[in-house]
């Protein structure tokens, strides 16, 4: 053992740094506890979280019930139901059931889907009281989540 | 039975020794009180510290900043089911958390807060501190003993070791600044005597021989850690080991009692470092800034202090106000600083701030041994059985004793020279 090092150990030079350490961390700025329900997480938009049907400016559904989502979903947990328009020859979507209670959120809808019609959205309070909820309809989807404000 | 009373308002002694039995159970009934403050307070503020040396928040929601948190803290153990295991020693168990309060209460008999404001002046006082004060082992034992169960047992084996072998080291370093009070006119153990020939020498015994005194009180302060098993010595509640060490079959108020009486044995062996070393209620800087005007200002400080506090719950209220959940809060905190201002306005008058500044002083001095507390606790990791052996037996007793020799060799140097010279 050098000189140096002997008189480090002797005055705990370790110790003082580590004190140092914890003494300079207690700068509130440093914080980064968030109090969550006055407080709100800034969320990325890349975030999985609620399905949801997007539409273009106008208020259509972009979706062209084409069904390359629920063939795309590993657990097969969407349905997509459609009818065929007589006149346009074309699918018109009549209902889009989504479970989200088996849902993993690995976005491979999102990848399959050819018009960006299905969107895993940033929202994330999806707690719920039943099991019922968790099966999303095409209107839940439409709508997205509606936050609810709770009074003291 | 009156003018008993007021007697000794004219008196500028402790009530213990003016022999007022009133005035004594006065002190007694306001030490306790806080004391017990002082717990709770420390409960919020290590809480908030530590809390905030880890990059967390700590406590926010009960009360202003978690102001309260100790008050609900403390209804919730009340309210607790109070278990006794089935094959345990029930009257031991019952005795054990009672002989480690009184064991932590009764130190405080001694400690001075100021030249009056003691219960009693003892001549033996700090002999008295530190003997009953290793009481507290005994309490620790019992529990872990009549708990019958194997990790209290082993957390209170660990702990007798640890505070008897810790206990040597201690003594020493108290030895030396006993010492060090002979060099003006008779030694004394009083402790109020003991701050009163820092006072005499002009110098505070931490700064006495330099570095002599200051290693003194590194070693005890050191070796107080491990009396009051605060980590990084908390070998008999280590909770990754023993669950929670000698009382891990306590619940609800007995438990607390085992909190109160770490925390008010915490403040008495920080007292004791404070009157030994720091000039206990004496004030900083006596000889640098002296003179009567420099006495003056720093009088002023107690009632700048809480001014200080209530400007702060200002700030804060007028912050919280904004935003609508906290008006509640904020209506708390704007009474709680209109309370602090209201104190620092009283100790502001000359009459109160002469009385006042004396327990002010002592408070902000074991307030900062409070601190150090927090800051190790959140700073090292716990030592190992045999590291903790070893720092006691092979490191602090070895420089306690030289100290103890250094001390005694410095005091008497006057006399050395002459011998050799003669």
Redesign the interface.
């Given at each position: 053992m050098s000189i140096k090092e002997m008189l480090k150990s002797f005055f705990l030079v370790d110790?003082m740094k580590?004190?140092w350490?914890?003494?300079r961390?207690?700068n509130?700025k440093?914080?980064?506890?968030e109090?969550y329900p006055?407080q709100r997480p800034e969320i990325s938009d890349r975030f999985r979280g609620q399905p949801r049907l997007m539409m273009d400016a106008d208020g259509k559904l972009l979706c062209t019930a084409c069904g390359a989502c629920a063939l795309a979903c590993p657990e097969k947990l969407i349905k997509v139901s459609s009818v065929k328009d007589a006149e346009t020859k074309k699918k018109v979507l009549t209902e889009f059931d989504f479970d989200i209670g088996r849902c993993m959120f690995c976005g491979l809808c999102e990848e399959a889907c050819p018009s960006g019609a299905i969107k895993l959205s940033p929202d994330y309070e999806l707690a719920l009281y039943s099991r019922e909820g968790l099966q999303l309809h095409r209107k839940d989807l439409e709508d997205g989540l509606e936050r609810k404000v709770y009074e003291? | 039975m009156i003018p008993y009373i007021l007697q000794y308002l004219h008196s500028d002694v402790t009530p213990g020794e003016a022999g007022n039995v009133f005035w004594m159970v006065v002190y007694v009934l306001l030490t306790f009180a806080g004391v017990s403050i002082g717990v709770i307070f420390m409960n919020w503020f290590e809480r908030k510290?530590m809390a905030?040396?880890?990059?967390?928040?700590g406590p926010?929601r009960v009360g202003p900043h978690g102001l309260l948190q100790p008050i609900a803290d403390a209804l919730k153990l009340i309210i607790k089911e109070d278990l006794t295991p089935a094959s345990a020693d029930k009257l031991v168990f019952w005795f054990a958390p009672v002989c480690v309060v009184m064991t932590a209460f009764c130190t405080f008999i001694v400690v001075p807060f100021g030249r009056t404001h003691a219960i009693t002046d003892m001549n033996i006082g700090v002999v008295f501190m530190v003997g009953v004060s290793s009481l507290g082992v005994l309490g620790v034992i019992m529990a872990g003993w009549a708990s019958n169960s194997q990790y209290p047992l082993l957390g209170s084996l660990r702990s007798g070791a640890q505070m008897v072998s810790y206990e040597i080291a201690m003594c020493m370093a108290v030895v030396s600044a006993v010492m060090m009070t002979s060099m003006s006119g008779e030694g004394t153990l009083s402790m109020i005597r003991i701050v009163e020939a820092q006072l005499h020498q002009h110098v505070w015994y931490a700064f006495e021989f330099f570095p002599v005194g200051l290693t003194a009180l590194g070693v005890f302060s050191i070796a107080m850690i491990a009396e009051t098993n605060r980590a990084p010595f908390d070998l008999p509640e280590a909770e990754s080991e023993l669950v929670a060490g000698f009382h891990t079959e306590y619940s609800g108020f007995r438990w607390s009692l085992f909190f109160l009486a770490e925390y008010a044995g915490m403040m008495a062996v920080s007292a004791v470092a404070v009157t030994l070393w720091l000039g206990g209620w004496l004030r900083p800087f006596p000889n640098w800034l002296g003179g009567a005007r420099w006495d003056t200002v720093f009088s002023l400080a107690p009632g700048l202090t809480f001014l200080l506090l209530a400007a702060l719950c200002v700030i804060y209220t007028v912050r919280m106000a904004a935003?609508r959940?906290m008006r509640a809060n904020a209506i708390g905190l704007a009474a709680f600083g209109a309370v602090l201002g209201l104190v620092g306005l009283v100790c502001l008058l000359p009459a109160v701030r002469v009385r006042v500044q004396d327990i002010y002083w002592f408070v902000v001095k074991v307030g900062f041994f409070m601190y150090l507390y927090v800051?190790?606790r959140?700073?090292?990791p716990r030592y190992r059985f045999d590291q903790l052996m070893k720092v006691g037996w092979k490191v602090l007793l070895p420089i306690s004793i030289a100290v103890v020799v250094l001390t005694a060799l410095v005091g008497v140097r006057d006399e050395l020279f002459a011998m050799v010279w003669r």
């Open positions: 110790l580590g004190l350490v914890t003494f961390h207690q509130p440093d914080l980064v506890t109090q006055l003291k | 510290v905030h040396m880890q990059v967390r928040l926010m935003l959940v800051w190790y959140s700073t090292f």
